[in-house]
């Protein structure tokens, strides 16, 4: 089975300053890996995802993440924050025959004026 | 608009009160999820269900929760009888099943749940 670490549970940083959201996760099979975005108030929307081939994924508002299957780690940056960009993030992760869909425990990132 | 519909948004009960929440999964997605989000324990799995069967309930307490799939387009959690810990987030979550372990999950708002 999978497990997701991530290890900020709150990230303060000024506006368009970058970020770094740390996520590492442990499994004995090849996983799948995701980012999903909570906005105050809203259910979980997938932000972005690692299935396979390059190592670097990015989503359409400037995100992105890295795997690194020698680190174990899927750390999401972004280079320039937003205000908007306020919210909780999560990374999980599932085995890829699509099953132990596990996600860690959320990272609230705070994008301050 | 395709979404994953939530009822109720809000309900406030007194401990020992029966809750039951609704959930309408996107038309055609046949697997359903229900999760629990709270400060402290983050989002947990309650109960997984495809094609209407449950296949996992495990992180659900049988003795005073239950969550049924009287048919495609609805899914139900009910509590009875609620306590003042079940204060939570719930959130139901739809997708296809094989869809589901690429991340092809769609949440709805969730449900607030206050007992008091």
């Known amino acids: 089975a999978q497990s997701v670490t991530q290890l900020d549970s709150q990230v303060p940083v000024f506006e368009e300053a970058p970020v770094e959201l740390r996520c590492n996760y442990s499994?004995?099979?090849?996983?799948?890996l995701f980012w999903y975005v909570q906005y105050p108030n809203q259910g979980l929307q997938l932000l972005l995802k690692?299935?396979?081939?390059?190592?670097l994924v990015e989503s359409i508002n400037g995100f992105e993440a890295e795997f690194n299957k020698s680190q174990t780690s899927f750390h999401l940056r972004k280079p320039s924050v937003h205000i908007s960009d306020t919210a909780e993030y999560f990374c999980?992760?599932?085995?890829?025959?699509?099953?132990?869909?596990?996600f860690g425990p959320g990272t609230r990132l705070s994008v301050l004026p | 608009d395709a979404r994953v519909t939530q009822t109720p948004r809000h309900k406030v009960t007194e401990m020992g009160q029966e809750v039951t929440m609704r959930c309408q999964p996107i038309?055609?997605?046949?697997?359903v999820f229900w999760y629990r989000q709270t400060m402290m324990q983050g989002l947990e799995l309650l109960a997984y269900?495809?094609?209407?069967?449950?296949?996992?309930d495990s992180g659900m307490p049988k003795d005073r929760f239950s969550a049924e799939m009287p048919d495609a387009t609805l899914a139900t959690l009910k509590i009875q009888p609620s306590e003042p810990r079940d204060s939570a987030v719930y959130f139901c979550?739809?997708?296809?099943?094989?869809?589901?372990?690429?991340?092809?999950?769609?949440f709805g708002e969730g449900s607030r749940l206050t007992v008091l």
């Open positions: 979550a739809s997708g296809l099943s094989a869809q589901v372990g690429t991340g092809e999950l769609f």
């Open positions: 269900f495809r094609n209407r069967a449950p296949l996992d």
């Open positions: 690692y299935l396979s081939g390059s190592t």
């Open positions: 499994s004995s099979v090849s996983v799948y």
């Open positions: 999980a992760a599932s085995d890829n025959y699509g099953q132990n869909f596990v």
């Open positions: 038309l055609g997605h046949n697997t």
